[in-house]
T-cell receptor
Framework: GAGVSQSPRYKVAKRGQDVALRCDPI?????LFWYQQALGQGPEFLTY????????KSGLPSDRFFAERPEGSVSTLKIQRTQQEDSAVYLC????????????FGPGTRLTVT | QKEVEQNSGPLSVPEGAIASLNCTYS??????FFWYRQYSGKSPELIMS????GDKEDGRFTAQLNKASQYVSLLIRDSQPSDSATYLC??????????FGKGTMLLVSP
């Protein structure tokens, strides 16, 4: 595809439900990032993959958050037992390699926890 | 903790004027600097990157970097109403994780 794609674009979950957010990066991009963006704020780093290896997960806010990229392409961000404070836009970005810092963002998934 | 500071605005300029957006950062080890444009309800779009001190021009956009002062700026010449958006400054250090500012809202009036 031409750009980063994410699905679903919108997700409404009841508090306590588990959700899974998918990211399909630009073809051939080695690095993949997840960010969380609250209303009126800049994106905040969650986790980083280089190919299938998760090299940094320091931004994940709790152990309810889990991310994977098993084949080095598509990635899934899973949130277990969702809470209202998890409501945000979840952005995925990819970059060509671990040296090129230019990251390209997908459209995001807006998660609303009721 | 790495911080990136931006004036939240809004910065209001008339059509055709120069818009000047500023950003400061706390980590002296930062190596790469980016400006993203974000329209309301959309995701960030990369518009400029700069890696060394000085100016970098791309069309109507000029990015300026001063590492000694830990300062990055973006100039938009001949501002258009379509430039109205939130502009996010992002800084990378280490491998490639970006630290973003909160963004400056720019309003260009016809």
């Amino acid at each position: 595809g031409a750009g980063v794609s994410q699905s679903p674009r919108y997700k409404v979950a009841k508090r306590g439900q588990d959700v899974a957010l998918r990211c399909d990066p630009i073809s051939g991009h080695v690095s993949l990032f997840w960010y969380q963006q609250a209303l009126g704020q800049g994106p905040e780093f969650l986790t980083y993959f280089q190919n299938e290896a998760q090299l940094d997960k320091s931004g994940l806010p709790s152990d309810r958050f889990f991310a994977e990229r098993p084949e080095g392409s598509v990635s899934t961000l899973k949130i277990q037992r969702t809470q209202q404070e998890d409501s945000a836009v979840y952005l995925c970005a990819s970059s060509f390699d671990s040296v090129t810092y230019e990251q390209y963002f997908g459209p995001g998934t807006r998660l609303t926890v009721t | 903790q790495k911080e990136v500071e931006q004036n939240s605005g809004p910065l209001s300029v008339p059509e055709g004027a120069i818009a000047s957006l500023n950003c400061t950062y706390s980590d002296r080890g930062s190596q790469s600097f980016f400006w993203y444009r974000q329209y309301s309800g959309k995701s960030p779009e990369l518009i400029m990157s700069i890696y060394s001190n000085g100016d970098k021009e791309d069309g109507r956009f000029t990015a300026q970097l001063n590492k000694a002062s830990q300062y990055v700026s973006l100039l938009i010449r001949d501002s258009q109403p379509s430039d109205s958006a939130t502009y996010l400054c992002a800084v990378a250090s280490g491998y490639s994780t970006l630290t973003f500012g909160k963004g400056t809202m720019l309003l260009v009036s016809p």
